[in-house]
Protein backbone atom coordinates (compact mmCIF):
# COMPACT_ATOMS: atom_id res chain seq x y z
CA UNK A 1 0.00 0.00 0.00
CA UNK A 2 1.47 3.78 -0.94
CA UNK A 3 0.17 4.67 2.49
CA UNK A 4 1.34 8.45 3.59
CA UNK A 5 0.43 8.71 7.47
CA UNK A 6 2.01 11.85 7.76
CA UNK A 7 -0.42 13.10 4.69
CA UNK A 8 -3.22 12.20 6.62
CA UNK A 9 -2.20 13.46 9.95
CA UNK A 10 -1.34 17.06 8.04
CA UNK A 11 -4.78 16.44 6.57
CA UNK A 12 -6.42 16.50 9.82
CA UNK A 13 -4.34 19.01 11.04
CA UNK A 14 -4.73 21.71 8.08
CA UNK A 15 -8.91 20.48 8.57
CA UNK A 16 -8.65 21.86 12.25
CA UNK A 17 -6.76 25.21 11.07
CA UNK A 18 -9.00 25.89 8.39
CA UNK A 19 -12.62 25.70 10.26
CA UNK A 20 -10.96 27.47 13.03
CA UNK A 21 -10.40 29.95 9.95
CA UNK A 22 -14.10 29.98 8.83
CA UNK A 23 -15.34 29.80 12.56
CA UNK A 24 -13.58 33.06 13.30
CA UNK A 25 -14.98 34.48 10.11
CA UNK A 26 -18.19 34.33 11.93
CA UNK A 27 -16.87 36.47 15.07
CA UNK A 28 -16.65 39.65 12.79
CA UNK A 29 -20.29 39.52 14.38
CA UNK A 30 -20.05 40.63 17.96
CA UNK A 31 -22.55 38.47 18.89
CA UNK A 32 -20.80 35.31 17.62
CA UNK A 33 -17.81 36.79 19.37
CA UNK A 34 -16.83 33.49 21.07
CA UNK A 35 -17.26 30.75 17.90
CA UNK A 36 -13.89 28.95 17.24
CA UNK A 37 -12.84 25.56 16.60
CA UNK A 38 -14.23 24.41 20.05
CA UNK A 39 -17.44 25.34 18.65
CA UNK A 40 -17.59 22.59 16.62
CA UNK A 41 -18.78 18.69 17.99
CA UNK A 42 -16.58 16.01 17.98
CA UNK A 43 -17.82 13.96 15.30
CA UNK A 44 -18.56 16.84 13.04
CA UNK A 45 -14.92 17.48 12.83
CA UNK A 46 -14.45 13.78 12.53
CA UNK A 47 -16.81 13.92 9.89
CA UNK A 48 -14.97 17.18 8.08
CA UNK A 49 -11.47 14.78 8.50
CA UNK A 50 -12.95 11.83 6.51
CA UNK A 51 -14.30 14.12 3.93
CA UNK A 52 -11.20 16.25 3.40
CA UNK A 53 -8.80 12.77 3.41
CA UNK A 54 -11.31 10.81 0.79
CA UNK A 55 -10.90 14.11 -1.04
CA UNK A 56 -6.71 13.61 -0.90
CA UNK A 57 -6.94 9.96 -1.34
CA UNK A 58 -5.16 9.81 -4.34
CA UNK A 59 -2.30 11.69 -2.48
CA UNK A 60 -2.57 10.36 0.79
CA UNK A 61 -3.26 6.61 -0.32
CA UNK A 62 -1.95 6.38 -3.82
CA UNK A 63 -3.92 3.91 -6.20
CA UNK A 64 -5.65 1.95 -3.11
CA UNK A 65 -8.23 4.13 -2.17
CA UNK A 66 -10.58 2.90 0.64
CA UNK A 67 -14.19 2.68 1.70
CA UNK A 68 -14.61 4.98 4.34
CA UNK A 69 -16.75 4.57 7.43
CA UNK A 70 -17.68 6.21 10.39
CA UNK A 71 -18.81 4.79 14.11
CA UNK A 72 -18.11 1.59 13.72
CA UNK A 73 -17.29 -1.33 16.11
CA UNK A 74 -14.10 -2.65 15.33
CA UNK A 75 -14.74 -5.40 18.15
CA UNK A 76 -13.10 -3.39 21.17
CA UNK A 77 -15.44 -1.59 23.36
CA UNK A 78 -17.73 0.80 21.04
CA UNK A 79 -18.08 2.68 17.64
CA UNK A 80 -14.65 4.00 16.34
CA UNK A 81 -15.15 7.86 15.04
CA UNK A 82 -13.44 7.11 11.72
CA UNK A 83 -12.63 3.69 9.76
CA UNK A 84 -10.56 3.38 6.92
CA UNK A 85 -11.22 0.10 5.34
CA UNK A 86 -9.00 -1.28 1.86
CA UNK A 87 -9.54 -3.90 -0.18
CA UNK A 88 -6.87 -6.10 1.35
CA UNK A 89 -8.13 -6.18 4.81
CA UNK A 90 -5.82 -3.32 5.66
CA UNK A 91 -7.48 -0.46 8.11
CA UNK A 92 -6.72 2.51 9.30
CA UNK A 93 -8.86 3.21 12.73
CA UNK A 94 -9.17 7.20 13.91
CA UNK A 95 -10.13 8.20 17.31
CA UNK A 96 -11.08 11.71 17.88
CA UNK A 97 -11.40 14.06 21.13
CA UNK A 98 -11.80 17.72 21.13
CA UNK A 99 -11.23 19.79 24.50
CA UNK A 100 -10.92 16.81 27.27
CA UNK A 101 -9.17 15.57 30.09
CA UNK A 102 -6.14 13.34 30.13
CA UNK A 103 -8.24 10.57 31.43
CA UNK A 104 -11.07 10.58 28.80
CA UNK A 105 -7.73 10.83 26.16
CA UNK A 106 -6.25 7.72 27.76
CA UNK A 107 -10.24 5.69 27.63
CA UNK A 108 -9.71 6.41 23.79
CA UNK A 109 -6.04 5.17 23.37
CA UNK A 110 -7.45 1.82 25.76
CA UNK A 111 -9.82 1.85 22.95
CA UNK A 112 -7.29 1.71 20.09
CA UNK A 113 -5.30 -0.74 21.77
CA UNK A 114 -8.37 -3.14 22.66
CA UNK A 115 -8.31 -3.33 18.69
CA UNK A 116 -6.71 -7.06 18.31
CA UNK A 117 -6.94 -7.09 14.45
CA UNK A 118 -3.21 -7.02 13.33
CA UNK A 119 -4.13 -5.11 10.15
CA UNK A 120 -5.13 -2.24 11.74
CA UNK A 121 -3.42 1.22 11.94
CA UNK A 122 -4.50 3.21 15.01
CA UNK A 123 -4.52 6.63 14.84
CA UNK A 124 -5.41 9.60 17.42
CA UNK A 125 -6.32 13.13 16.79
CA UNK A 126 -6.91 15.32 20.36
CA UNK A 127 -7.57 18.93 19.59
CA UNK A 128 -6.75 20.36 23.28
CA UNK A 129 -7.57 23.83 24.68
CA UNK A 130 -4.39 25.67 25.93
CA UNK A 131 -3.66 28.68 27.37
CA UNK A 132 -1.50 30.47 25.06
CA UNK A 133 0.63 31.42 27.22
CA UNK A 134 1.25 28.02 28.24
CA UNK A 135 1.61 26.11 24.56
CA UNK A 136 4.31 23.36 25.15
CA UNK A 137 3.78 22.97 28.66
CA UNK A 138 0.73 21.14 29.08
CA UNK A 139 0.23 17.92 30.46
CA UNK A 140 -2.20 16.23 28.52
CA UNK A 141 0.17 16.65 24.85
CA UNK A 142 3.37 15.93 26.66
CA UNK A 143 1.83 12.70 28.06
CA UNK A 144 1.93 11.92 24.34
CA UNK A 145 5.20 13.36 23.48
CA UNK A 146 6.77 11.10 26.19
CA UNK A 147 5.15 8.28 25.38
CA UNK A 148 7.54 5.21 23.44
CA UNK A 149 4.64 3.42 21.93
CA UNK A 150 3.07 6.74 20.35
CA UNK A 151 4.26 8.53 17.48
CA UNK A 152 3.73 11.88 16.96
CA UNK A 153 2.72 12.29 13.21
CA UNK A 154 1.46 16.00 13.32
CA UNK A 155 1.35 18.46 16.29
CA UNK A 156 0.22 22.42 15.17
CA UNK A 157 -1.33 25.05 17.17
CA UNK A 158 -3.15 28.36 16.66
CA UNK A 159 -5.34 30.69 18.58
CA UNK A 160 -8.65 30.60 18.86
CA UNK A 161 -11.77 31.80 20.70
CA UNK A 162 -14.03 30.01 22.92
CA UNK A 163 -16.90 30.43 25.79
CA UNK A 164 -14.79 28.89 29.33
CA UNK A 165 -12.21 31.48 29.84
CA UNK A 166 -11.31 34.81 29.77
CA UNK A 167 -7.47 33.84 28.96
CA UNK A 168 -7.02 33.58 25.40
CA UNK A 169 -6.79 29.68 24.53
CA UNK A 170 -4.66 28.04 21.24
CA UNK A 171 -5.70 24.93 20.30
CA UNK A 172 -3.10 22.12 20.03
CA UNK A 173 -3.91 20.00 17.50
CA UNK A 174 -2.16 16.58 17.42
CA UNK A 175 -2.25 13.01 15.67
CA UNK A 176 -0.26 10.20 17.05
CA UNK A 177 -0.02 6.81 15.71
CA UNK A 178 0.16 3.83 18.26
CA UNK A 179 2.85 1.85 17.41
CA UNK A 180 2.19 -1.10 20.21
Known amino acids: ?39 MPELAFAYEC ?38 DGQKIAIEFKMRDTIDSYKSDITKLSNIQDNNVIKLFCAVVDVFTKDLGKDGRVQGFEDDPNIKNLCLENF ?22
Open 1 to 39: MALDLKKLAECICKVAEEENNELLEITENPSNATIGLFH
Open 50 to 87: GKHIMLNAKEIFGDNVPKWEREINLGNGGPTDLVFIFG
Open 159 to 180: VTHQTWYKTEVSAVVGVWQLIK
